[in-house]
């Protein structure tokens, strides 16, 4: 079984810098790509980024320049540092973690953390 924990969610004037954290336990795997998504009400779940184990990196366009997905493969870690946040990256920030070994073996998410910004 594998387990996400995310911690860093709060409230934050527009601006500002929040860091998310997700540590995975259990069957991870070596090869495997973590990563964030955030999803409002009304709204389907969307990527914000994600990084593979072999330290590749993808942002949504609407991230790109603000937030950065770093690694720590050592701890089974993701981060998420946001800065200059706008009110409309407000939304519930799930881990997600995407397993690979003979083909893909499966994916997990945590809990979410919500992260609001205000005006």
């Known amino acids: 079984q594998v387990q996400l924990v995310e911690s860093g969610g709060g409230l934050v004037q527009a601006g500002g810098s929040l860091r998310l954290s997700c540590v995975a336990s259990?069957?991870?795997?070596?090869?495997?790509?973590m990563g964030w998504y955030r999803q409002v009400p009304g709204k389907q779940r969307e990527l914000v980024a994600t990084?593979?184990?072999?330290?590749?990196?993808n942002y949504a366009d609407s991230v790109k320049g603000r937030f950065t997905i770093s690694r720590d493969n050592a701890k089974n870690t993701v981060y998420l540092q946001m800065n200059s946040l706008k009110p409309e990256d407000t939304a519930v920030y799930y881990c997600?973690?995407?397993?690979?070994?003979?083909?893909?073996?499966?994916?997990?998410w945590g809990q979410g953390t919500q992260v609001t910004v205000s005006s």
């Open positions: 259990g069957s991870v795997f070596r090869f495997n790509v």
């Open positions: 997600n973690l995407e397993r690979y070994g003979l083909g893909h073996l499966g994916a997990n």
């Open positions: 990084a593979t184990s072999g330290g590749s990196t």
